[in-house]
């Protein structure tokens, strides 16, 4: 066992691909700077050469067709936007190229590219550098979107990710870096066999979240059982595509459901996981009406008298979780 | 014209008249209602892509656009799988899930071609960073029309292409025309090439169709890239005979596209002007005319007749075909 962060959990998995798989390069912005991406590729470059850990201009819709370009071509690359409203620019390789390349082409050939955009939000620093936008990338069917929030599934699901033969979208977030944990040895995955999973068992109520979201989730379980409730935590990791099964079984057990999401409310991820809870119960299996907890539409302001009320809180995930109770 | 000039002559006028034949046959088709979907014909512009073709390899990289039937045949990829394709058949080359405008065959090269204007610039550009990383001494291909460079991410390619030092060879068809829009009405100038300049690409503006000439910048700029000399830049001025879309001229859609000019490009036909080189020096007849477009039309109508019966993809392909199995 070895202790990782978030943060170090990444570059673990960045080094465990670079050392064992030739085709696997990494391209995109600030790679070779130490403060675009936190301490989760720190000195790649050094040990890998910059013709593998490729700093690129200022570029981000060639890179990333760069990058869906070569993965069609027997390499494995991992395009890096450290924040992932730049990387709107790109959206014509991601959505018309990658996700739709193996249908296109009648299944006989596949980019197998990772996308790592960083949600880096909070700081005042308002709507252009604080988006969460893995609802979007949820909707489109070929492209497979990853949120770890775990160190464990940090390391192990970017590996998993690379190793895909899809094109995939793995987004980590800032806030979750400072999480530690003591991993095991890496033991590489196949992703299509990742979805949701219980992070915590309970009894009372199902939390089901993703991301930085299923922080706040675990965080909100710790309250509420010093206040006698106990509450089942679903991570959901694998975004699209969406297996709702587990899901489903942890509120069939429990009967009520909160799912918190930290991205807008509306045609957000947490609508798809009410809906697809909801259309598999019968009903009387539910005790309360699902809830939910997310942003509110609006773009995230700068202020910080206004941040402290955009984005949701440990306590603001408890006290939803309680009004499930009372009903 | 020695001996071996004529012969790869002789494969230039046979290749440039496969896809001319080809592709008015789907013209036809098209106006009959027998093809469902658009086809983007490139009746006119044969001498680039079999220009160009004449110093790739199946290894190379070679990625279209809307307007690509003709990319994909100057590769000798195979008639029937374009016609299978674009009537949406199982035996097309995208196994008839892609259509006209999402070609592929990577058995001879072609990696893709898709209708999102300038969709592959960066795509090929990537995979001529693969060849670099894998050092196997191939190259890529984008091709791209005079429209292509009015989007953004050609000037991101250029320039990431150059500063990489990538192996890849930016073709641009300059047929004058971005749908319905003359190039005079979109861009200050009509010389694409000008782009190049600004990205220290090395670029040359040749006439399109003059297959020769095509074919002499293409080994150039191929070797070039082989020998990791990087990125190079053709434009190729051309013309295409049918409207943007399907059989019909155009002329009454089109700004600055009349009748004379349709006219005048076609005394300009690229498949004449080898012909009659050849005939002038003694390389060719009427008689070994008339054969080749003879043996053309039976194989252009039994590949037809053959796709027209094969069988579409089965039901199960609509999912099946999402993610890597």
């Known amino acids: 066992m070895k202790t990782y962060n978030y943060g170090t959990a990444i570059l673990a998995a960045f080094e465990h691909l670079l050392d064992k798989y030739p085709e696997v390069f990494v391209i995109g912005q600030g790679l070779w700077s130490p403060w675009y991406v936190g301490n989760s590729m720190t000195d790649l470059d050094k040990k890998y050469g910059v013709h593998r850990i490729i700093d690129t201009p200022v570029s981000e819709s060639a890179c990333t067709g760069a990058a869906v370009g070569a993965s069609l071509s027997g390499m494995r690359p991992i395009v890096v936007h450290p924040r992932i409203d ?20 009648g299944g006989q050939a596949h980019p197998a590219v990772t996308i790592r955009g960083i949600i880096n939000r909070g700081g005042e620093q308002g709507a252009q550098h604080s988006q969460a936008l893995h609802s979007w990338f949820a909707h489109i069917p070929g492209l497979r979107v990853v949120m770890p929030s775990t160190v464990a599934d940090a390391r192990d699901l970017l590996i998993a990710s690379v190793l895909c033969n899809d094109p995939v979208m793995y987004i980590d977030d800032r806030w979750l870096y400072s999480q530690t944990d003591d991993l095991p040895d890496v033991e590489e995955i196949d992703l299509r066999t990742v979805g949701p999973r219980c992070l915590a068992a309970g009894t009372d109520l199902s939390i089901v979240a993703s991301g930085y979201s299923t922080l706040l989730a675990m965080k909100a379980r710790d309250q509420l059982a010093a206040q006698g409730v106990s509450a089942e935590v679903v991570d959901l990791r694998v975004l699209n595509p969406f297996d709702p099964t587990p899901v489903v079984e942890s509120v069939r057990k429990t009967g009520r459901m909160l799912a918190v999401d930290g991205s807008w409310r509306t045609c957000g991820m947490s609508a798809e996981i009410i809906a697809s809870v909801v259309e598999h119960l019968a009903p009387g299996e539910l005790r309360a009406a699902p809830r939910r907890i997310t942003l509110p539409d609006a773009p995230a302001p700068s202020s910080r008298v206004l941040e402290k009320i955009y984005y949701p809180d440990v306590d603001q995930v408890a006290f939803a979780a309680q009004a499930s109770m009372a009903r | 014209m020695d001996q071996v000039t004529a012969l790869v002559a002789r494969q230039f006028l046979c290749s440039m008249l496969r896809i001319r034949i080809a592709e008015n046959r789907l013209a036809e088709a098209r106006r009959d209602g027998l093809i469902g979907g658009p086809v983007h014909l490139g009746v006119g512009q044969e001498a680039i892509a079999v220009g160009v073709s004449a110093s790739l390899r199946p290894t190379d990289r070679i990625f279209g656009a809307h307007r690509s039937h003709s990319h994909l045949l100057a590769l000798s990829s195979s008639v029937h799988g374009l016609f299978a394709e674009v009537l949406g ?5 995208s196994r008839g899930m892609g259509g006209s405008m999402h070609l592929w065959d990577q058995t001879k090269g072609f990696y893709g071609s898709v209708p999102i204007v300038a969709g592959t610039v960066a795509l090929a550009v990537g995979a001529g960073l693969a060849a670099k990383l894998q050092k196997t001494g191939d190259v890529a291909v984008a091709y791209l029309g005079d429209g292509a460079v009015e989007e953004g991410v050609v000037h991101e390619s250029l320039n990431l292409a150059r500063i990489q030092n990538i192996p890849v060879i930016f073709v641009v068809e300059n047929n004058l025309f971005a749908s319905h829009m003359h190039i005079s009405i979109r861009q200050p100038s009509d010389a694409t090439a000008r782009f190049a300049v600004a990205n ?6 040749i006439d399109g169709n003059d297959v020769i000439a095509v074919a002499e910048s293409a080994k150039d700029a191929v070797i070039r890239a082989r020998q990791g000399g990087g990125p190079s ?11 943007h879309v399907d059989w019909r001229d155009d002329i009454d859609v089109g700004v600055n596209r009349s009748q004379d000019d349709v006219a005048n490009w076609k005394a300009r036909d690229p498949i004449a002007r080898l012909r009659a080189a050849m005939v002038a020096q003694g390389h060719w007849s009427a008689a070994k005319d008339a054969d080749l477009e003879a043996t053309l039309n039976r194989e252009m109508e039994e590949a037809w007749e053959r796709a027209m019966q094969d069988p579409y993809p089965a039901e199960s392909a609509l999912l099946d075909r999402v993610y890597a199995k």
């Open chain 1, 86 to 105: 730049f990387m709107l620019y790109a959206m014509d390789a991601v959505v018309n190229q990658a996700a739709k390349w193996s249908h296109m082409v």
């Open chain 2, 200 to 205: 220290d690409i090395p670029a040359r503006v």
């Open chain 2, 233 to 243: 830049f053709i434009e190729a001025v051309t013309y295409r005979w049918y409207g």
């Open chain 2, 89 to 93: 058949k199982d035996t097309g080359h």
